[in-house]
């Protein structure tokens, strides 16, 4: 069997996949077998007995390899290593090859010296190109992901860390790649809210092999961003599962446009409810009125009198904020007429004394802007805005205080009033939906005053806009255009 | 006899309070609840003024104020309604000739007030406005 071997060895070697050259010590080429001139693409008649380096290897890398080979040669210190390298090689059929050539070495028979050596080389030029083209997909995918900044894309192992973080991580949520990987999932996942729960989504992902859920991520800075998370197995290339896939779509930008159309079909509804209530509520109270209207020119008693003065107090107050509800619910547009926001503001000052206000000591101080251009705007509703605003600002200072008011001209293009006060504030949570209809801090507040507000600054193409400090006081800033 | 008006309501202690309101002014009231009765009368008698309610079953009050235009381009007609001072119902009944516009939200002894100036305006200008 030993000598079938032998026998066979000096075909085999000849006929073999990989090239095989062998060299004596000084690198002079002893033996080239047919892979070796096809890859080089050499006669070996033209070859055996010269230098190797001179005949195979021309340029600049040949220096490297000269001190490779050297190094092996002279490898007196018995480590027996082999050296590897890779070169480009121009093949009989005209075409480069890179060949991985490894050098090894061959010792005396006593093992001390190196006789020469032996090369095997390898043809790794589809495997190289196979490598680099992945290596393209993977530059391109990376670039694409950078693209994609309302996705993130994180891969945990079965023991819930995170092996990889990518896309839109870092711009949605803050967290760079450092921060992140080898850590614990939990640390993306709300622990408040049950949707966002690892374990049980981890769960339903083992069992059904993918699993969605809307919820929400933890950023870096502690914010909670709504996603719609999407989980499936990681699996390695024999189909063993080795982690999960997390693909998490920002649902921020979403969320607010439904938020804010939910408030409009809310608004819109509410006002056509109360549109309807105030229509049925007023017939009944015509009637109430006029027939106490009726009565008070009969003769009463003082008793009867003053019972039927409570009842009217009472009906006008109804009838009052049913006129309020109505003027809510309507779309009024603007009558418009030039308007010097100035003039009307003043209009209305001492309107605001007739509003059963507090007797507090109030300072009004006005610091108006001398040339303001006139707006296009309806004076009537306007001057309401301005005296709602004011009669808050009253009302805020129950011990009295000082209300600014500051008109400028915007660089010609808006008139902008503030109106300041120094009274108690609005609390933060509250500011939100200040705007809104029937919310109110007032105990006797109906909650529709600043929503009218807005409804008359928007229909002037204008804003409004609150802020506040808790006992420090508010500041509403109104922007009309000029036009 | 001051003048002689025609109400139409459909709510029954509405149509009373404005007949006993009126009768107190000394005017002469016809009433009736809805648009259709509402011409029928017009076609058969002589009205120095028609206060017409705006919502109403069936023929709508706006639908009845261009009807009643058809018949009588000079007959004052104030309309009423408790949707109060809407400028889209305003738009629409000053479209049809209305005398007048009347919220129920306004004070009683208010739209009293105004309802004899437009009924006297209407009387002096013979034609509606």
Same mark, same amino acid.
């Given at each position: 069997m030993v000598t079938d071997i032998k026998e066979k060895l000096p075909d085999l070697i000849e006929n073999a996949a990989v090239a095989v050259l062998y060299l004596d010590h000084n690198g002079s080429i002893l033996f080239c077998n047919k892979k070796a001139e096809s890859v080089a693409g050499v006669n070996r008649v033209e070859i055996i007995g010269k230098n190797w380096l001179a005949v195979l290897f021309k340029g600049a890398s040949s220096i490297m390899i000269k001190e490779m080979f050297k190094a092996v040669m002279e490898d007196s210190m018995g480590y027996k290593r082999a050296k590897d390298f890779q070169c480009h090689m121009s093949s009989a059929e005209g075409s480069s090859r890179l060949i991985s050539w490894s050098i090894n070495p061959i010792f005396n028979k006593n093992n001390q010296t190196t006789e020469g050596c032996i090369l095997f080389g390898h043809d790794i030029t589809e495997i190289e190109e196979r490598e680099a083209s992945l290596k393209n997909i993977d530059d391109s995918l990376k670039n694409i992901f950078s693209i994609i900044k309302e996705y993130t894309l994180y891969v945990i192992n079965l023991d819930a860390k995170i092996t990889y973080f990518g896309m839109g991580g870092e711009a949605m949520l803050g967290w760079s790649k450092s921060d992140i990987i080898?850590?614990?999932?939990?640390? *993306?996942?709300?622990?408040?809210?049950a949707a966002s729960n690892l374990d049980f989504i981890l769960q339903q992902a083992r069992l059904f092999g993918k699993y969605e859920t809307e919820t929400k991520l933890v950023a870096k800075n502690k914010e909670v961003i709504p996603v719609v998370l999407t989980v499936n197995h990681f699996l390695d290339p024999t189909g063993k599962l080795t982690g999960y896939v997390f693909i998490a779509k920002d649902m921020t930008e979403k969320k607010k446009l439904e938020n804010q159309i939910f408030q409009a079909e809310k608004l819109v509804a509410l006002g056509q409810l109360s549109a309807g209530m105030a229509h049925e509520i007023n017939n009944p109270l015509f009637v109430i009125s006029g027939r106490l209207g009726m009565l008070k020119n009969e003769k009463l008693s003082q008793k009867v009198k003053d019972n039927l003065a409570l009842i009217e107090g009472q009906t006008d107050r109804i009838r009052k904020l049913v006129d309020r509800i109505l003027q809510f619910s309507r779309k009024s547009t603007p009558v418009l007429e030039e308007i010097n926001v100035n003039q009307a503001i003043d209009n209305v000052l001492p309107l605001?004394?007739?509003?059963? *206000?507090?007797?507090a000591k109030i300072e009004i101080k006005k610091s108006f802007e001398e040339n303001m251009p006139q707006i296009k705007g309806d004076l009537h509703q306007l001057q309401e805005v301005f005296l709602n605003i004011l009669i808050n600002a009253y009302q805020s200072m129950p011990t009295g205080g000082t209300i600014n008011i500051v008109t400028s001209n915007f660089k010609n293009l808006y008139a902008q009033i503030q109106i300041t006060d120094m009274g108690m504030g609005i609390p933060e949570d509250s500011l939100k939906d200040?705007?809104?209809?029937?919310?109110?801090?007032?105990?006797?507040?109906?909650?529709?005053g600043l929503s009218i507000c807005q409804n008359i600054i928007k229909n002037h193409n204008g804003i409004i806009e609150l802020e506040s400090q808790i006992n420090k006081g508010s500041t509403f800033t109104i922007k009309l255009p000029f036009i | 006899m001051l003048y002689k008006i025609l109400i139409v309501d459909d709510e029954a202690p509405v149509r009373d309070l404005f007949e006993d309101l009126l009768k107190e002014e000394d005017c002469h009231t016809v009433a009736c609840a809805s648009g259709e009765e509402a011409l029928e009368l017009i076609k058969k008698d002589n009205f120095d003024v028609v206060l017409l %309610?705006?919502?109403?079953?069936?023929?709508?009050g706006l639908e009845a104020l261009k009807h009643i235009r058809d018949l009588n381009n000079s007959l004052p007609v104030v309309m009423i309604t408790g949707?109060?001072? %809407?400028d889209d119902l305003i738009a629409r009944s000053k479209q049809f000739s209305c005398s007048g516009y009347i919220g129920k939200n306004m004070p009683v002894a208010q739209i009293i007030v105004t309802l004899k100036q437009f009924i006297k305006n209407a009387k002096e200008k013979g034609c509606a406005q």
């Open positions: 080898f850590k614990h999932a939990s640390i *993306l996942h709300d622990t408040n809210d605001v004394h007739y509003n059963k *206000l507090p007797q200040i705007f809104m209809p029937f919310f109110s801090t007032k105990s006797d507040g109906t909650g529709l | %309610d705006i919502k109403l079953p069936g023929m709508s949707f109060g001072y %809407d």
